[in-house]
């Protein structure tokens, strides 16, 4: 394996385990939202920033990195389930809360796929306007 794709996948492992870090720093703030709004959005901000890191940074080549990328989906969609249940909260706090937390769910299932979906991607031809 060259230097470069080693320095490439620690690289990844290095966002994973920052992204993980923060995920268990937040999940408990989940259970009761309006008690830590500033800290779980800004820890929220921050797991989206890491994830879209993670997706420009990862190599061409699947294989070394899968694993790292099922788990951040896997985070992904447990997010966005949750954000189904906060999405019932009313306020500008819940808003924003709800926004960050989506926008993190997102960014972490897309640095689980495979290759960047074009604008033809069947997700988006499959839509009726």
């Known amino acids: 394996m ?3 794709k080693k320095k490439s996948i620690t690289s990844l492992q290095q966002i994973y385990d920052s992204i993980m870090e923060l995920l268990l720093k ?3 703030m989940l259970d009761n939202p309006k008690e830590n709004w ?5 820890d929220l901000n921050q797991v989206a920033s890491l994830a879209e890191s993670f997706s420009d940074q990862r190599p061409r080549s ?6 790292l990328a099922d788990s951040l989906d ?6 966005w389930n949750i954000s189904g249940l906060i999405g019932k909260c009313e306020g500008d706090d819940a808003r924003a809360h709800l926004a960050a937390l989506r926008l993190a ?3 972490l ?5 495979e290759t960047k979906p074009g604008i033809e991607s ?4 499959s839509i009726d306007y």
């Open 74 to 79: 896997q985070e992904g969609v447990n997010l």
């Open 105 to 107: 769910a997102f960014r």
């Open 2 to 4: 060259s230097t470069r």
């Open 38 to 42: 500033r800290a779980a959005v800004e």
């Open 62 to 67: 699947s294989k070394s990195w899968s694993h």
């Open 109 to 113: 299932v897309e640095a689980g796929l």
């Open 122 to 125: 069947p997700l988006f031809l």
């Open 26 to 28: 937040v999940k408990p």
